[in-house]
């Protein structure tokens, strides 16, 4: 043994080792916060995904039926996305939809469709 250390190498390597665990907590805090913004991301791009393919499935539904007292639901893998119809004027329909994917809050969004026109002029996303 040596008689002149005075207890130096002990709290050197505790102060490295705690610096260490120090170190590890930041990263894997950072990695759980990215990792839930990108699920959330990805949420939020397959619920526009899906609102936008259901406004359009309806828009060429309109343009084909020629009925506007319609409502209805579209499946997909992750959720689903419902409607219904509503008159504003004489030419001017008003459709709710509604898309749910699996726990998460349900959006609801109304899209305006002109009769004349035949097409969706505007919609508007409400959280």
């Given amino acids: 043994m040596y ?6 190498v002990y709290p050197l390597t505790f102060t490295i080792i705690l610096a260490a665990f120090l170190l590890l907590t930041l990263q894997l ?7 839930r913004i990108t699920e959330e991301a990805g949420t ?4 526009e995904y899906y609102l936008l393919n259901s406004i359009k499935r ?3 539904l309109l343009k084909e039926k020629k009925e506007y007292d319609l409502s209805g639901s579209y499946y997909f893998a992750g959720g689903n996305v419902t409607y ?3 008159p ?5 329909y008003q459709i709710t939809f509604k ?8 959006i609801t969004t109304y899209a305006y469709y002109d009769i ?9 996303e409400k959280n």
């Fill in 99 to 106: 898309t749910k994917i699996g726990s998460d809050s349900e």
């Fill in 84 to 86: 219904s119809m509503s």
């Fill in 29 to 35: 805090e950072q990695y759980i916060s990215e990792k």
């Fill in 116 to 124: 004349d026109l035949e097409k969706v002029i505007k919609w508007i």
């Fill in 44 to 47: 939020v791009l397959k619920q």
């Fill in 88 to 92: 504003l004027a004489a030419s001017l």
């Fill in 3 to 8: 008689h002149n250390e005075k207890g130096f």
């Fill in 58 to 60: 309806t828009e060429i």
